[in-house]
């Protein structure tokens, strides 16, 4: 049986949806829906939790870690 998911479309284009991202703490336990990241490659809104503040807007960038 296959489960269908609906996601929120994007605050600033409107066009792409607000995907999820996890991660994992340094622990090694996983952080659920840490980020979420609009589909479209254009606009690339994004809304992050770092060390219990909230941020959006920043720039996407590619971790070298």
Do not use: H
Request: with cysteine.
């Amino acid at each position: 049986m296959s489960e269908e998911r609906s996601f929120p479309p994007c605050l600033k284009c409107n066009t792409g949806l607000l995907l999820p991202m996890s991660d994992y703490g340094r622990e090694g336990a996983p952080i659920r829906y840490k980020a979420w990241v609009c589909s479209n490659p254009d606009c690339g809104y994004n809304i992050r939790i770092d060390n219990g503040e909230i941020t959006f807007g920043r720039n996407i960038t590619q971790s070298y870690k």
